[in-house]
C-alpha cells in the first residue's frame, strides 16, 4: 500500500500548459487511433483533430513528462463530456475533477452557456490542426 501513496506523491495534478499540447495530442491520437473521429490528410498521414478532442484543462505530469490529461467537450446533444486519458486509469478521477475545478473557475454561466466554451474548443482544434 505504501508503493501506492509513494507513487501518488510524485505526481502533479494542474492546468494544461501550452508546452503539454504536444504530449496531450499524442495521448489522445494514441487513445482514439482506431476511431473515425478523425480526419486524415492522404498526404502527410497526420491525424486531424476534431471538436471531439475538446478543451484539454488538467494534466498529471510525473518527473516533468506528462502522463494523463482530462478535457471536456460538448456532444450533439448540448451536454458536456468528460474524457481523460492517463498512463494509470487509477488517476483519471483526480483528473477529471481537477479540469471541472479549471473549467468553473476559467467560464461563467457554463452550466447554462456552453456558447463560449464551444467558441475556445473550436478555436483551439483549428489552431492545432493549423500547426500540426
Not at 6 to 12: F, R, T
Not at 16 to 32: A, E, P
Not at 106 to 130: A, C, G
Request: hydrophobic share 35%; charged share 30%.
Amino acid at each position: 500500500m505504501k508503493e501506492q501513496n509513494d507513487k501518488n506523491k510524485q505526481l502533479e495534478f494542474r492546468k494544461v500548459y501550452l508546452s503539454d499540447m504536444r504530449s496531450v495530442i499524442n495521448m489522445y491520437q494514441k487513445t482514439n487511433q482506431d476511431s473515425s473521429t478523425h480526419d486524415q490528410t492522404k498526404k502527410d498521414k497526420t491525424i486531424r483533430l476534431t471538436t471531439d478532442f475538446g478543451l484539454p484543462l488538467s494534466v498529471a505530469s510525473k518527473e516533468n513528462e506528462v502522463v494523463g490529461f482530462a478535457a471536456v467537450h460538448i456532444n450533439a446533444s448540448g451536454e458536456l463530456i468528460w474524457d481523460s486519458s492517463a498512463d494509470d486509469l487509477n488517476i483519471e478521477h483526480q483528473l477529471i475533477e481537477q479540469a471541472k475545478i479549471t473549467l468553473y473557475d476559467t467560464f461563467e454561466n457554463v452550466q447554462k452557456d456552453h456558447s463560449k466554451l464551444k467558441i475556445s474548443i473550436e478555436k483551439l482544434v483549428d489552431w492545432l490542426n493549423t500547426c500540426q
